[in-house]
């Protein structure tokens, strides 16, 4: 199984970006999936996560109201929608999938200017 991570760039303050998880190898279909970051010298944190079906989602919430995490089963793929972004936005951003997969992807750096 391999998940890769893309959309990420340079943009400025109050920007958007959208970010994509195309995963191979496995259906998604039956796995909750989510999206991480990690700031330089920081923890890996929390983004956003969503169910399976798409039926539910949550979020950090540095980021409720700015990000919306979505997928399409039919195209083994997840997004992550991020407007009005700030500088401490700016991360790694990794793509998760859960049991049973249990994958990580490599990430995709996202680098929002003041």
């Known amino acids: 199984v391999q998940l890769v991570e893309s959309g990420g760039g340079l943009v400025q303050a109050g920007g958007s970006l959208r970010l994509s998880c195309v995963v191979s190898?496995?259906?998604?279909?039956?796995?909750?999936m989510g999206w991480y970051r990690q700031a330089p010298g920081k923890q890996r944190e929390l983004v956003a996560v969503?169910?399976?079906?798409?039926?539910?989602?949550n979020y950090a919430d540095s980021v409720k109201g700015r990000f919306t995490i979505s997928r399409d089963n039919a195209k083994n793929t997840m997004y992550l929608q991020m407007n009005s972004l700030k500088p401490e936005d700016t991360a790694v951003y990794y793509c998760?999938?859960?049991?049973?997969?249990?994958?990580w992807g490599k990430g995709t750096l996202v680098t929002v200017s003041s």
């Open positions: 969503i169910t399976s079906d798409g039926g539910n989602t």
């Open positions: 190898g496995s259906t998604i279909s039956r796995t909750n």
């Open positions: 998760n999938a859960g049991r049973p997969l249990n994958t």
